[in-house]
């Protein structure tokens, strides 16, 4: 099931303020969404708006293309799971997955076999068989979210609205979670959106993320795209490690403040601006300048070295030499991509690759030294 916000504003009723802003959002039939970004942006608003827990002041909630604005939560058959979803304690696992067909209507509920059966169901894909006579406090954590998961799934809803479901469990339990909600997701065929502070949660899990700030959705699109090519440095940032170098730009070549950093080509305006860049877009340029990198520690092919430079130390993630040096003395670093920013402009720097060593011309000029 698709679901579309259409300009939803839903505004604080204590002081008008928005907490939701205005937003509009399609979400694809099957795919998975994940709602990011800082405490406070509205998306737990946005999803209680969904759900139909939240009013909304203005704009439409369509399911497949039927707007739901005037129906309320059980009705829009949405499962909805918290970071604190309470099971109750006095009732066995399997008597807390089958409550919400058990309490239906007379007419609606389903004989107490089938009940029994979905349940039994549920708990196999639950990765939970045999635990439906434990009560909730006999499992671990990562089980008892399993269980309200299938809780929420035991009535059959085609939209899982997910609010940190996993927040409170350790690192571990949480990345093994992650595999099997997805592929969860995709056996059920359920349209899927999950808040969550955790960006490599979203990156690994979502088709599509959407980052809000201020009640409003700041840019969404693949999780690729949004670290590719961020709309903005509050992107940038949020979607990834970031240094930020401070200088400025003169005819077109922008300087770092800071020594042993090779310029590079600007398209903005004179005047001060600020490089940002990730980590593994600089390399180093051993032989070139005056500072000393230090590795920290090797991942793979990579190597994380602590770079100083004058008074100050910069992180770099770049590519080792073939020996792995612990100390690379008189380097020069050398941004290869990044984005410079100065109030409303913001534009990506590319620096074609390394064809030999660089110097720096006495105007701030980038000179490669022509292959031989
Ligand atoms: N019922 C309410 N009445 C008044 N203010 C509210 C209400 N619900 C949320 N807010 C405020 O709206 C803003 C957005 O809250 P919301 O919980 O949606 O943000 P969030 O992005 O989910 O944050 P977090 O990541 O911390 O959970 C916050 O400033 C919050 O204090």
Redesign the pocket.
């Given at each position: 099931m698709s679901v579309q916000l259409e300009q939803i504003t839903h505004r604080?009723?204590?002081n008008g303020r928005p907490?939701v802003d205005n937003v509009s959002l399609a979400v694809a039939s099957g795919s998975f969404t994940a709602l990011v970004?800082?405490?406070?942006?509205?998306?737990?608003?946005?999803l209680r708006i969904i759900a139909g827990l939240?009013p909304h002041q203005a704009g439409h909630v369509s399911i497949d293309g039927t707007r739901v604005d005037t129906l309320d939560a059980r009705a829009r058959n949405i499962g909805f799971v918290f970071q604190h979803y309470a099971l109750f304690a006095h009732m066995s696992v399997a008597a807390n997955i089958g409550f919400g067909l058990s309490v239906r209507p007379r007419g609606q509920r389903p004989r107490r076999d089938v009940i029994a059966r979905r349940v039994e169901d549920l708990l196999d894909l639950m990765q939970l068989s045999g635990l439906g006579g434990r009560h909730p406090h006999e499992l671990s954590g990562g089980q008892r979210q399993r269980v309200a998961l299938a809780r929420t799934l035991a009535t059959g809803p085609r939209v899982l609205l997910l609010d940190?479901p996993f927040g409170a469990l350790d690192p571990l339990v949480r990345r093994q979670i992650r595999g099997w909600l997805r592929s969860l997701h995709e056996r059920l065929g359920l349209t899927t959106i999950l808040?969550t502070?955790d960006r490599q949660e979203a990156a690994e899990l979502a088709d599509t993320v959407v980052l809000?700030r201020h009640?409003r959705i700041v840019q969404a699109g693949t999780p690729q795209a949004l670290e590719d090519t961020p709309a903005d440095p509050f992107t940038m940032a949020f979607t990834g490690d970031l240094v930020r170098l401070g200088g400025r730009v003169e005819n077109h070549v922008f300087t770092p403040d800071l020594p042993d950093i090779l310029p590079v080509t600007a398209p903005i305006a004179a005047g001060p601006a600020e490089l940002l860049v990730r980590p593994v877009d600089i390399a180093l340029r051993p032989g070139q300048g005056q500072a000393t990198a230090v590795l920290r520690q090797a991942r793979g092919p990579l190597g994380l070295y602590d770079v100083r430079l004058g008074t100050d130390t910069l992180q770099v993630e770049t590519l080792m030499p073939p020996d792995r040096p612990r100390i690379l003395p008189h380097c020069a670093l050398d941004v290869t991509a990044g984005r410079l920013a100065r109030d409303n402009a913001w534009a990506s720097v590319e620096t074609p690759p390394f064809p030999g060593p660089p110097s720096i011309h006495p105007t701030g000029e980038r000179i490669h030294a022509q292959h031989s």
């Open positions: 604080n009723p204590r907490i970004g800082p405490s406070g942006a509205g998306k737990t608003s946005l939240d940190e808040v502070h809000m009640g």
